[in-house]
């Protein structure tokens, strides 16, 4: 029982946070907002944080049970993915995207200005290896952070949200970029390193 809990209390969570930055709903938010929009992405980070902090926190009383232990072999091997994942995944969120543009700060910034600056795919670093370098880097985080029963559960229920949120948001850089995007989705794999054959 303890169990289905945490999983639906992230489910929830989930679809929440997927449902909110959907193209459906921040239509409606943005035709609502007008200009006043700018500020939504600052919001969006801000509900997220204030939900997932409790979560993680009740999820970590749920079991202290360990069921699961690494041989020393093994635990060299965990801590350099982790030490790839975090670097990985700071790389690409300060170099490879705007992070500014992440937390809703620049937005908040230049509200009252026109956006007259062609959005262009970027190639460069680790997005010319594969097209979601962040989500890649927390896979491997979390699944190096599996000790127990419930860890198992959870990063089960991420990994299946992380792989369905890169299938949406991947349509909506598709609505954004049309056939340029195409084209890099041909060349670039999406979450897994060198799985596509370089075509001249």
Request: hydrophobic residues 50%; proline residues 4%; glycine residues 4%.
């Amino acid at each position: 029982m303890k169990y289905l809990l945490i999983a639906l209390l992230w489910a929830g969570y989930c679809t929440l946070h997927s449902f909110l930055i959907s193209v459906g709903f921040t239509k409606i938010v943005s035709g609502l907002a007008k200009s006043y929009y700018a500020f939504y992405r600052l919001f969006y980070v801000l509900v997220s944080i204030v939900l997932l902090l409790p979560l993680i926190q009740y999820t970590g009383r749920a079991d202290s049970a360990v069921p699961i232990s690494y041989p020393m072999a093994l635990n060299i091997i965990r801590y350099v993915l982790i030490a790839g994942s975090l670097i990985m995944f700071s790389w690409a969120f300060f170099f490879n995207y705007d992070w500014l543009s992440f937390f809703g700060i620049r937005q908040i910034l230049t509200f009252r200005e026109q956006d007259k600056s062609s959005k262009e795919i970027s190639k460069k670093g680790l997005l010319g290896i594969v097209r979601h370098p962040m989500y890649l880097a927390l896979v491997v985080y979390l699944w190096c952070q599996t000790f127990s029963a419930v860890d198992l559960m959870v990063n089960a229920l991420l990994t299946a949200y992380l792989i369905i949120g890169t299938f949406l948001e991947e349509e909506k850089l598709v609505l954004e970029f049309g056939d340029a995007y195409a084209r890099y989705q041909r060349e670039v794999p999406m979450l897994i390193p060198f799985s596509k054959r370089r075509t001249p």
